[in-house]
Each structure stands twice: as C-alpha cells, then as structure tokens.
T-cell receptor
C-alpha cells in the first residue's frame, strides 16, 4: 500500500465521451504526476501538478487536462475519447518537487469502446 | 530526447540469479530508476542510481555506468513472487516526471 488511491478502478466509456479520473495523494504530498500505460508498455508521462499549478507536460493533446486541489488531490480529464485512450492511468505523488521517490496509485483501467 | 532499451521478456528459475539490462540515451542526466510492477498493480520503487557503480539492497542490486549509458538490475535467490515487469526509467528534467522503458517481463519458474 502506497497511500495513493485512485478512483474508479475500472471504467468503460464510449468513443467521443468525456471522462474524469481521480487521485488522492499521500498525506502532505504536494506534487502529483499522471501517466498513461498501454498494455505491454511502460507508463508515459502526461503532466505534473505542483501546488495546484501545471508543472510540465508530456506529448499529449490538449483534450487531456488536469486539476490539483488545495488538499493536493488531483483529477485527470479526457475529452472526446478515442479508442487509443484505452489504457491504465496511473498517478504518482511525491512529498516535494525535488524528491526522488514517487509513490504510485493502483491505477484506473479505462476501456473505450 | 530520451530513449530506453530493455529486453521484452526473460525467464529464470527459482533460486537462480538474473540480470536485467537497460541502455539509455537522455539529454541531461538526473539518475536512473528501477521500478517493479506486478500485473494489474502499481509500480513500486526498487532503486535509484546517480553515481557509477553498484548499489546493493538485499536480494536486489542495481548498477550504473554513465559513460556507457548502461544500467542493470540484478536479482539474486529468485522467488516466485519476483515474477513481474521491471521498468527502467530516467527523470525528464526533474523528478516524478519519468521517461520509462517498455519494461522487462520476468517469468520465474519452479
């Protein structure tokens, strides 16, 4: 158990719909990153939030957006879902921006049909 | 840009030793990480190397050669529970922004 929880654990959506995934960081962790992991691949960095501000973004289109709240919990929103968005979405929190260790949640398995 | 290469899959026997290699290219180096991921579970941190040499942590050791862009993870006294994917990763400019390799799936057989 890493203390990072994600919800829901599984989700099925239809192409074109919108989805919101949630992440509750470990207590006091002010930095959270989101990753997309396709089957058989390593996680790909989507973006990072630090103290409620976006702090870097990977190679993902603008329809992937996020929020971080004052309690440091976070959301990932994906609009206009495509079949290729089917993946495991992971969030990872760290206590401080410069910390080397990140703690991953168990992920949300999103299936787009 | 970044690039990481690691073998897709390996098989080893319980009780044996296995070495999982990782070669990387990265613009700017802030260390190299190894994560373990069991099927359907979160990746968990195994090791972080920023200086050349071997870091030992129980049954697991990790080695880094910065000049060669090379790392390996050494697992000793393999157990069935070590069957998992092992991910090699480098930070993208800062921490918790990782560029991951595709992972090496390790199958441990009796």
């Amino acid at each position: 158990e890493t203390g990072v929880t994600q919800s829901p654990t599984h989700l099925i959506k239809t192409r074109g719909q919108q989805v919101t995934l949630r992440c509750s960081s470990q207590s006091g962790h002010n930095t959270v990153s989101w990753y997309q992991q396709a089957l058989g691949q390593g996680p790909q960095f989507i973006f990072q939030y630090y103290r409620e501000e976006e702090n870097g973004r990977g190679n993902f289109p603008p329809r992937f957006s996020g929020l971080q709240f004052p309690n440091y919990s976070s959301e990932l929103n994906v609009n206009a879902l495509e079949l290729d968005d089917s993946a495991l979405y992971l969030c990872a929190s760290s206590l401080r921006l410069a910390d080397t260790e990140a703690f991953f949640g168990q992920g949300t398995r999103l299936t787009v049909v | 840009g970044q690039n990481i290469d690691q073998p897709t899959e390996m098989t080893a026997t319980e009780g044996a030793i296995v070495q999982i290699n990782c070669t990387y290219q990265t613009s700017g180096f802030n260390g190299l990480f190894w994560y373990q991921q069991h099927a359907g579970e979160a990746p968990t941190f195994l090791s972080y190397n920023v200086l050349d040499g071997l870091e030992e942590k129980g049954r697991f050791s990790s080695f880094l050669s910065r000049s060669k862009g090379y790392s390996y993870l050494l697992l000793k006294e393999l157990q069935m529970k070590d069957s998992a994917s092992y991910l090699c990763a480098v930070p993208l400019r800062s921490f918790n922004k990782f560029y991951f390799g595709s992972g090496t799936k390790l199958n441990v057989k009796p």
